[in-house]
């Protein structure tokens, strides 16, 4: 282990359970679903504000498109609302229902698109800026780690995107996978194995 | 690190649901020799995975036209509803 950080433990993470990621939040938050779950829309857009901008940013990472990230946005929020009475509350946050809907929105749409590898080359020029040489050697780089993740089995995907693209420490994750701490840990070990073998391919 | 303790990772084999309920502590060691890499190669590649921008957002026009494109949903799915009824 190097002396540094290092993003795999630099997190505080050890409790040995889950423990939902701020309670007060969480039991607004239930008060709000529960709302929305009776076809309040005031209820379902006040947890459009809160989740709207993380679901966008989940999709973009897979689709590196601001356009496309954004109509498929607003799929998202829209499915949802046709399915909100079906939610049930089984012990993850709300924004795990919906990032798993957009999830399954965005692989669709992959799919369909069918060159699954396009990703839009300007991604790190607009966003991240420096040198041209660097930026497109990241640009590459990025590239084929992103197709590996999103190869990645499901479980597997959600605990890599969460911990390091949304940089979520590992009771963050483990509140919104349902799962607990040690467990996070073993996905998220399991997963950079199998991201290391996917990118040897 | 070496001396870290990790608990409920007793059982290797996709047993990666819950800890253990009789409370078995595992060292780290012995966890990693589970696994065939260790955890300085995988660190390369996590550090590979790197975050999206904090810029990287919807823009504020979409944010507000899909507010209001909510908002006026529930009125669209009463008239379907009450279309399908007539």
Same mark, same amino acid.
């Given at each position: 282990m190097t002396s540094v950080p290092s993003r795999m433990e630099a997190t505080s993470e050890d409790g040995a359970q889950s423990v939902p990621a701020g309670k007060p939040d969480r039991d607004e938050e239930r008060r709000l679903v529960e709302r929305a779950t009776a076809r309040d829309q005031g209820a379902f857009a006040q947890l459009y504000d809160q989740h709207v901008v993380r679901v966008y940013r989940h999709i973009y990472y897979m689709v590196s498109d601001a356009r496309e990230a954004e109509d498929l946005t607003a799929q998202t929020f829209l499915k949802a609302w046709e399915a909100i009475d079906r939610y049930k509350e089984r012990g993850a946050p709300f924004v795990a229902w919906l990032l798993r809907i957009s999830h399954n929105l965005t692989i669709s749409y992959l799919r369909s698109r069918r060159d699954h590898s396009e990703l839009d080359e300007g991604f790190v020029d607009s966003k991240?800026?420096?040198?041209p040489e660097e930026s497109l050697e990241q640009a590459t780089d990025e590239r084929s780690v992103r197709e590996a993740v999103l190869r990645l089995r499901d479980e597997q995907r959600q605990v890599i995107m969460l911990r390091f693209v949304e940089e979520l420490d590992y009771r963050e994750v483990a509140a919104m996978i349902g799962k607990s701490v040690p467990a996070v840990r073993v996905i998220q070990h399991r997963a950079l194995g199998n991201l290391r073998k996917l990118m040897q391919q | 690190m070496s001396d870290m303790r990790i608990t /409920?990772?007793?059982?290797?084999? #996709?047993?990666? #649901?819950?800890?253990?309920? #009789? /409370?078995d502590v595992m060292e780290h060691k012995e966890m990693i020799s589970?696994?065939?890499?260790?955890d300085a190669e995988l660190e390369g590649l996590a550090a590979r995975i790197r975050p999206l921008p904090r810029e990287v957002a919807p823009s504020a026009e979409f944010m507000s036209r899909t507010r209001l494109r909510l908002l006026q949903l529930p009125a669209q799915v009463a008239i379907e509803e009450s279309r399908r009824a007539a």
């Open positions: 991240r800026g420096g040198n | /409920g990772l007793a059982k290797p084999a #996709d047993s990666n #649901d819950e800890p253990s309920k #009789d /409370g589970l696994f065939p890499e260790t």
